[in-house]
């Protein structure tokens, strides 16, 4: 199955997609979302009459870029005074495994994965190997422990790389890297310097703060190449209790489909 | 963009724009293109609450109890009442039409194009107006806040501060990308809660708990008849309600909250006016009320709570004019352009600035009246004019109600509909224009005048414009 990836552009400003991210994603079903962001002064409709076609034809250049490489195509548009609002009202209407925050990328070798034990671990493994199975591109995956952390690093990223190479990413182009830090994220960010690109994953916020709440604007000033964010599921306890149904209905039927499942 | 051959047979100006639209909760979608809908509850309650609050609590006061003893309590009263009475039918017919424009769109596409286009101009101007009034009253706060610090300027510096404070509001409009609507939240919290503490205070101290109670003096000095004179004066104080309905485009959810936001802001600002009036009025006595002029309020905080109180009193009152004043500038602007997407104007009128992204047209027809107003100086004639343009929008919004009741277009569906029908709004429609009644002689020439001239620039320049029943 092709991962959904949410491409936003602000489409009215230039901002255009650079060859890496195309390349990257040319595996995916990308909803791109044009938008531009508007005063409270301005009454959307009113920028719609005056932009829309213009918006429009850009939008459709660009989703040219991507179809050119085999890519699954949706385009929308929206004209907004709150741009993470209707980015995140998409990602849940297409239900989107994964938005996209756009920066420079010439060329797609490297792909730094961030890795930590939580309940979307499944969701960044199934978008990344959706992802890169078909390419050459490498993957790094990057554990950084805090240092009161009681996580075994070497066992997540190695169940890890296995299910990524099940997925079809095979072990040589999979490399594993495990750091302590007592500031993850400033560590991620720095590591992350020498990657064509990014991905991770929203924070469950029971656990942590790590990105959830950040706007896509201040992580795209953090980390100076493309991210990929993982979608958290809305409702962590539907999630969870999506998950406890599956089981259990894996059970009924036999103890085999349980098999390969995470034992957590 | 396409639109039925039989509609829309505009003159010289452009056809009208009709769409063919979907509305969801969050967003209305134009065929390929979404409009995000992103003001809730408490967003549309702050614009109304905060249109309203400046002049009822912060300007009016000392005019009102001058006229009408404590009595001032019951035209604020009578205000609230009417206001409720229209922001019941402007409910439904929001919810029927959740479209930017407000009160023209429900008036144009309920009794059609000239009743449209003499409310669209009257509610463009009747924001000029009521605009216009608010910067008198913050020159005023701002000429009393720098007597305050020992800086005492002549009489009509007052005036020169709010005109000098109309052309920075509109440039800053013009020009500013920042969104400002988180602040208004704030400003709005932050005045609702200064004033709470210190009605509360008031309140107890006039029925006695913090010592003698205050001397009854006549409730209406004057009689009855100022009573209802002083209701039309300071029904400027709940104009508002329906600015909420000229964003009702970005508004999420329509059905729930628009409704709530209307009704629930008139509830709370009558609640904070008729409060204010009587512990005004126990505090100082209405003359001594009449004497303090547009601050009266500060001088009340003053004999409560000393120094301190005055600046708390002097601080809300520049921030609730101020935000009185950007927001009629801003529901403004829409005005103007909800009439030139309908053809009632020039299409340029609601032309975007591609560097600033903001309607600096619409701005600059709002803003450049305004400020030439505010120099006028004329608090009262300000106000009366305000509301009597209004006023009859407020009239209309009843009738459209009453006539889209009895003969439903197939797109008629508001999810709100209001009780009493069709009782209630036949009254309100009475109220509404019965209030105008109760006006100066200058300030209805001066409504008539504008009404008479929406008329002629109707039948001058979009005679041909059809709009009855074209949703």
Redesign the interface.
Known sequence: MKPTIIVPVRVLEGEGIEQGVVELLANARVVLVGYHVLPEQTAPGQAREQFEERAQNRLTDIAEQFEGVGATVEKRMVFTQDSDQSIDRVAEEVDADATMVLNPATEMKDVLVAVRGDVILDRIVDVVGGLLHRTDISVTLLHVATPDSDIDGTALLDETSAVLQEAGVSDDRVESRIETSGTPLDRIAEIANNYDAIVLGESNPSVTTFLFGETSQKVAERFMLPVVRIRQPRDIEDADAEIAEAAEEATDDGEDEIDGEESE | MDRPLDEGRAGEGDPP?VDDVEMTE???V?D?????R?IGLVGGLAIGVGTMIGAGIFVFPGLAAGEAGPAAAVSFAIGGVVALLVALPASELATAMP??GGGYYFISRGLGSVYGAIVGISLWLGLVFASAFYLVGFGEYAGAALAEVGISLPGSASIALGVAFGVILTVL??T??????KLQNLIVGFLLLILSVFLTYGSLDALGVFGAESVPEAFAPQGYFPVLTTAALVFTSYLGFAQIAT?A??IKSPSRNLPLAMVGSVLIVTVFYVVTIFVATSAVGSEALEGFGETAMVEVGREFFGTGGAVAILLAGLLATFSSANASI?SS??AI?ALS?DALLPAKA???NLR????HIA?ALAGGPIVVLTATGQVELLAEVASFLHLVMYGLICIALIVLRRNPPDWYDPDYRMPGYPLLPAVGAVSSFGLIAFMGRVSIAVGGIIMVMAVVWHRYYAREVRLKGVL
């Open positions: 724009a969050e967003a209305t134009h390929d293109t979404e409009l995000e992103t479209r930017s409009s013009a500013g990308t920042e969104n400002a609507a964003v485009g970005e801003l602007s829409r352009y997407k609601s032309e975007i600033y992204g903001t309607p701005l």
